[in-house]
């Protein structure tokens, strides 16, 4: 039989969601159970949101606005920059695809941590672009020095995770600071803050505001985390003109939904209870922290909404000893699990099957 696709993507793993409530409830026959696995905030939807959306799907027979006019003026102001600076997509993980397919040509490389954020290998795959998986350190984190050692003259684009997704690990100013003067002009940096709203340490640096007038800097970030807009798929870009031009000429055109933009406009005037809401993570956060540590777990310092749980071999059993009592995690074969901070009453019963798994 003739083959119809390219024979390299059958090494390519596929992206792996939280598994759904509904199936764990149906198999295990319980009333319901707790998904601590996507990285979702579990407050419900923003403050005029639903009633942005609901107005907007009145206009769901027209093309939405292509170039964002309106959310990408509002986006700059908001954040003090050119909206000419700005790029919107189907989420962040769009924008990162679509940052590889405007730099990458088949065989060029893409540089980053591992473990770092599961859809990089993907993004560069399907570009045709080489992965170069720099292994994370002992801490769980980016090694900053071992990633400038990786770059050729073939390396087109460095991702840097921060905070790290799984692990919740985070990079310091005086850090990337040092990195930054490393990487060649000509390597696109792009720094991935999805989970920014969620970092409390002042060390941990605004990318935006201290590296975003450097040319080779792109920072990613998404209103699917903090602002509530998952299902929605929202996430922008900030770059210089004239990699946002180049970006924007690539991206599948309408890909920011008419639904996405006004719920995004929306979102965009709660700002006060996102901020409320991060408290309310960040506290859970490192409760969670803490009553993992007594449980003997060296849980890595996180900056995120999630927590890093390094088990290695025993995490397959740790993630299925959890789902046994109602409670969905995100296993990363073999090195361990992450745990999305939900409600006090979910964590709750995260900590009880917890316990229960690691005895």
């Known amino acids: 039989m003739t083959r119809l696709t390219r024979a390299d993507l059958d090494a390519l793993p596929n992206y792996v969601p939280g598994r759904s409530v509904a199936d764990l409830v149906r198999e295990l026959g319980i009333a319901e159970a707790v998904k601590l696995a996507s990285n979702e905030v579990p407050y419900g939807p923003l403050p005029g949101v639903v009633e942005a959306v609901t107005e907007a799907v009145r206009a769901v027979h027209r093309y939405p606005d292509m170039g964002v006019t309106e959310l990408r003026d509002r986006i700059g102001a ?63 984190g980016h090694d900053l020095t071992a990633i400038a050692e990786a770059i050729t003259d073939r390396t087109r684009l460095v991702f840097v995770c921060n905070p790290n997704n799984p692990t919740g690990t985070f990079l310091r100013k005086a850090e990337l600071d040092r990195f930054l003067a490393e990487v060649p002009s000509d390597v696109l940096v792009v720094l991935d803050e999805a989970y920014r709203e969620f970092v409390t340490d002042e060390t941990v640096p605004d990318g935006l ?139 709750d019963l995260f900590l009880q099957a917890a316990e229960a798994a690691l005895a």
């Open 78 to 140: 908001w954040l003090g920059v050119d909206p000419a600076r700005v790029v919107t997509g189907c989420g962040s993980v769009a924008l990162a695809e679509i940052l590889v397919k405007a730099t990458c040509l088949p065989g060029d490389e893409v540089v980053y941590s591992w473990r770092s954020f599961e859809a990089y290998p993907i993004i560069a795959a399907g570009a045709g672009a080489t992965s170069v998986r720099v292994p994370n350190t002992a801490a769980h």
């Open 209 to 347: 505001a201290v590296y975003g007038d450097r040319p080779n800097v792109v920072v990613l970030r998404t209103m699917s985390k903090a602002w509530g807009l998952a299902g929605l798929r929202m996430g922008y870009l900030v770059a210089q003109p004239e990699v946002a031009a180049a970006v924007r000429k690539v991206v599948t055109p309408f890909s920011t939904s008419l639904v996405a933009q006004a719920a995004a406009l929306a979102a965009l005037d709660a700002e006060e209870e996102v901020r409320r809401r991060c408290a309310l993570v960040v506290a859970e956060r490192d409760r969670v922290t803490e009553a993992l540590r007594k449980l003997a777990v060296d849980v890595p310092d996180s900056q995120a909404n999630f927590v890093w749980l390094p088990l290695g071999e025993k995490t397959a059993a740790f993630a299925s000893a959890c789902e046994n009592r109602g409670v969905i995690v995100r296993a990363f074969h073999p090195e361990g699990a992450r745990v999305t901070i939900g409600t006090p009453e979910e964590n």
